[in-house]
């Protein structure tokens, strides 16, 4: 009896990992940055939050990175592509549902479920991202995944302003509308893509290589010093400079016009000057950074280190293209999930007792992440020129 095959969908010239990849890229734009613009004013002015509730609901927040780990067990019953839309569908409905909770508990609940899927999604996007594109597209394809985020991002931030300052909505409709446009494009994308396949079988437990030590070492460090800058170099604008939601998110409208501009040109520069270069040049220019932070005083000059601070964010690629250099390839999508475990273990702490410790001084906060980016740098010179499989680091090597 003869056996008749089903022939393959034809794909229209859109459906690649690539467009999906750019698409995925936008959904954050539009909900967990309208939940971050509007966070400290919203905190401040509904729920009468000091610097310790803030530095609470921010390391609750960063719980689910530190479980990010657990995303190679559910990929034992799940296909990494499906398990990325179900954890934005989380994100977007936990973004949606924020304005109705102006409350410590209402908070801390919204936030955690909007952070289980943030945190998955960013874990699953990394995986696939390193899985699906080559070791010489990769720099110049991540940075313009960043350039796409900003441009979301812009648009974003340009309806929050008018929704602010024009239309004068109430921050329960802001979120509403933002985590519900995001929540359809999440159903576009998982109704209009086929499952894509990866080159490698992936492993699927957990794995933690001694070879693999440095790439630990940077993403621990860099998980660190980015809660100084995201927890709270925005809390400094408002509570010390008095600056308005509608603020904010010209602040944030400005740092992405730079990513839009600069972020594909930043991933091309990484790929042609190499990731020990591109990452010395970024911890040096953060220690300035922070230490001007520590002292600044002037409204202006602490909204252009913000900027500055965030234009550097784009040089984090070199630590994934690093990695992807040194790894083997089925290793991927375990140590994406063990990464973001480890770059959350200060983050699950720093918020809490930093936001005890800006309650005594603010400028010891900005002058520790400063020391965290001392130790980044003397990290980053252990990186070699050309990093491979048995050529990981400069020194200590191990098998």
Known sequence: MKTTSIPAPVLKSWQTPTVLLMLVSIIVPMSFATW?????????????????EIGLLQSVREIPGFLAFTAVFVL??????????????????????????????????T????????????TLKQSLSLQWLSKEEAPEILGKLISVGALASLVTYAFLWCALEILQLDFMWIYLIAGSLALALVAFIWLAFPQFESKTVQNKKLILRKR???????????????????VFAGFLMVEKFGYSAADITLLFLINYAFNWLFAKKIGRIIGIVGERNALIFEYLGLILVFVSYAFVEQAEWAAGLY??????????????????????????????GVSFTISHIAAVVIPITFGLLWLVSPAAVFLAGAAMA?????????????PKPENEVRLFKWS
């Open 36 to 52: 971050q613009a509007l966070l400290n004013n919203f905190v401040i002015e509904k729920a009468a939050f000091t610097g310790a």
């Open 76 to 109: 034992l019953f799940l296909r990494e592509q499906f398990f990325m839309v179900l954890a934005l569908i989380m994100l977007t409905l936990g973004v949606a549902i924020t304005g109705f909770f102006p409350s410590v508990g209402g908070l801390l609940c």
């Open 111 to 122: 936030t955690l479920l909007m952070s289980i899927g943030f945190h998955y999604f960013e």
């Open 212 to 230: 693999y030590w440095l790439y630990y070492a940077l993403v621990f460090m860099s998980g660190a010093r980015r809660q100084i800058f995201v």
């Open 307 to 336: 900027v500055v601070d965030h234009l550097f964010f784009a040089l984090a690629i070199a630590i994934k293209t690093y990695f992807q250099k040194i790894a083997d390839p089925a290793d991927i999508a375990s140590t994406s």
């Open 374 to 386: 001392v130790a980044s740098l003397v990290l980053a010179f252990n990186i070699p020129d050309a």
